[in-house]
């Protein structure tokens, strides 16, 4: 593998041309036997890998494709974006998943509302400088706007206690984004403020959780009277819940893009193994031949494809208005139920032989081919940035027009 990009990208009207580019360089700069070197790494080797992988890209133009060029991204056409996101998952080229929050949820909430001098963390992001979020909390989860950490202004810091928990990389991160109640007495969605939290400083304490899939990708934040300077405020006070919208929106976006086409991929390998994967009790015929596992498997191929469409739709709408709106709930609801129908019908495909420990490697993506432990994780997402039941209270009220549900 060279270890230095020989091309540099850039936004072109010759789309062709950049695809065609794009799959030589590929062809050059993904790493043989990347799975395997990650299955038996440490969290420090984890870690320089994903250094080494953002280095590559960066130096390509493709690490920040969906920054805008003034800000040192690539500044690619939302169609561009949408093919250098195709050609990745096809060359199975790994991208550095501790960076994922820094380059889309946090640049995006720092370029829509940073100062100068908050916006100097962009470039120390593209060197590899890597963050997490501090919103949900232990009570406060699909309802993000009752948390209770809370952070009082005194002079010229805050001063910050509670708890956030599922924190995705925390304990590879650097910095943390902090949603924190500033006026307790305010109603509970303006009375929250967007601080930046050097994790390093006193009164932070980090404890990694262990998940089903025996990976450590979460981590619980405690905080006793940590000290953050008005300087690294957000914004203006209370006006945090505003600019969280920012980071989840960002989060909704640019993960669909990525995720759809690794859906897609999925299901083209699911189908290649079903046609030498014997079923039945006698094992005489392959899983393709069978009429029920091919007709789930082309529902599923259908949604993949819905999905594709609705993740375009929604992010051009975000790159026209700022805000992710109503077919967010849409989108998230739609794939997290797909990945969970398509990650079980390979399991069910595979018997027994799925239930083999092959040490799955750290922060692979959602549809790694290790059918067992992606369908673990795909319940994750029926959880995770809202839960599915609370998707569908939004589409309920705010598409078909349902009554509200009665306030507690």
């Given at each position: 593998?060279?270890s230095?990009?020989?091309?540099?990208?850039?936004?072109?009207?010759?789309?062709?041309?950049?695809?065609?580019d794009?799959?030589?360089?590929?062809?050059?700069?993904?790493?043989?036997?990347?799975?395997?070197?990650l299955?038996?790494?440490?969290?420090?080797?984890?870690?320089?890998?994903?250094?080494?992988?953002?280095?590559?890209?960066?130096?390509?133009?493709?690490?920040?494709?969906?920054?805008?060029?003034?800000?040192?991204?690539?500044?690619?056409?939302?169609?561009?974006?949408?093919?250098?996101?195709?050609e990745?998952?096809?060359?199975?080229?790994?991208?550095?998943r501790?960076?994922?929050?820094?380059?889309?949820?946090?640049?995006?909430?720092?370029?829509?509302?940073?100062?100068?001098?908050?916006?100097?963390?962009?470039?120390?992001?593209?060197?590899?400088?890597?963050?997490?979020?501090g919103?949900?909390?232990?009570?406060?989860?699909?309802?993000?706007?009752?948390?209770?950490?809370?952070?009082?202004?005194?002079?010229?810091?805050?001063?910050?206690?509670?708890?956030?928990?599922?924190?995705?990389?925390?304990?590879?991160?650097?910095?943390?984004?902090?949603l924190?109640?500033?006026?307790?007495?305010?109603?509970?969605?303006r009375?929250?403020?967007?601080?930046?939290?050097?994790l390093?400083?006193?009164?932070?304490?980090?404890?990694?959780?262990?998940?089903?899939t025996?990976?450590?990708?979460?981590?619980?934040?405690?905080?006793?009277?940590?000290?953050?300077?008005?300087?690294?405020?957000?914004?203006?006070?209370?006006?945090?819940?505003?600019?969280?919208?920012?980071t989840?929106?960002?989060?909704?976006?640019?993960?669909?893009?990525?995720?759809?086409?690794?859906?897609a991929?999925?299901?083209?390998e699911?189908?290649?193994?079903?046609?030498?994967?014997?079923?039945?009790?006698?094992?005489?015929?392959?899983?393709a031949?069978?009429?029920?596992f091919?007709?789930?498997?082309?529902?599923?191929?259908?949604?993949?494809?819905?999905?594709?469409?609705?993740?375009?739709?929604?992010?051009?709408?975000?790159?026209?208005?700022?805000?992710?709106?109503v077919?967010g709930?849409l989108?998230?609801?739609?794939?997290?139920?797909?990945?969970q129908k398509?990650?079980?019908?390979?399991?069910?495909m595979?018997?027994?032989?799925?239930?083999?420990?092959q040490?799955?490697?750290?922060?692979?993506?959602?549809?790694?081919?290790h059918?067992?432990?992606?369908?673990?994780?795909?319940w994750?997402?029926?959880?995770?940035?809202?839960s599915?039941?609370?998707?569908?209270?939004?589409?309920?009220?705010?598409?078909?027009?349902?009554?509200?549900?009665?306030?507690?």
């Amino acid at each position: 593998m060279t270890s230095e990009p020989t091309s540099v990208f850039a936004p072109t009207d010759d789309h062709e041309q950049l695809r065609r580019d794009l799959r030589d360089w590929l062809a050059v700069h993904t790493p043989d036997g990347w799975h395997e070197e990650l299955r038996t790494a440490t969290k420090e080797q984890f870690r320089a890998f994903n250094i080494r992988q953002a280095r590559t890209l960066r130096a390509a133009g493709l690490l920040a494709a969906h920054w805008p060029a003034v800000h040192g991204g690539g500044g690619f056409s939302f169609r561009e974006q949408i093919l250098i996101q195709e050609e990745l998952v096809r060359a199975d080229f790994p991208q550095p998943r501790l960076l994922e929050i820094s380059l889309a949820h946090i640049a995006a909430t720092l370029i829509a509302h940073g100062n100068e001098e908050q916006r100097a963390h962009l470039p120390a992001i593209l060197d590899g400088e890597i963050w997490c979020q501090g919103f949900s909390e232990p009570d406060a989860g699909s309802d993000l706007a009752s948390l209770r950490t809370r952070a009082e202004h005194r002079g010229d810091v805050y001063v910050v206690n509670g708890q956030k928990i599922w924190s995705s990389y925390a304990d590879h991160a650097s910095w943390c984004l902090l949603l924190a109640r500033t006026d307790p007495d305010a109603p509970k969605h303006r009375g929250l403020s967007l601080l930046m939290l050097d994790l390093d400083a006193p009164g932070v304490e980090l404890r990694p959780i262990r998940q089903a899939t025996g990976t450590e990708e979460f981590s619980e934040i405690f905080l006793t009277d940590v000290e953050i300077p008005v300087a690294h405020r957000l914004g203006e006070e209370n006006a945090g819940w505003r600019m969280a919208q920012t980071t989840l929106a960002a989060e909704r976006v640019f993960n669909t893009l990525e995720l759809q086409a690794r859906l897609a991929m999925a299901a083209e390998e699911i189908a290649a193994q079903a046609r030498h994967t014997p079923v039945g009790a006698d094992g005489g015929r392959a899983a393709a031949d069978d009429t029920a596992f091919r007709q789930d498997l082309a529902a599923r191929a259908a949604e993949i494809e819905v999905l594709g469409l609705l993740g375009q739709h929604l992010a051009r709408g975000v790159e026209r208005t700022g805000e992710v709106g109503v077919e967010g709930s849409l989108v998230k609801l739609l794939y997290s139920e797909t990945l969970q129908k398509l990650t079980g019908l390979a399991l069910r495909m595979q018997g027994m032989s799925a239930l083999l420990d092959q040490r799955r490697e750290f922060a692979t993506t959602w549809t790694s081919g290790h059918w067992m432990i992606d369908h673990l994780k795909s319940w994750n997402w029926t959880i995770a940035a809202g839960s599915n039941e609370i998707q569908r209270t939004i589409i309920g009220e705010r598409v078909l027009g349902l009554p509200r549900e009665p306030q507690q």
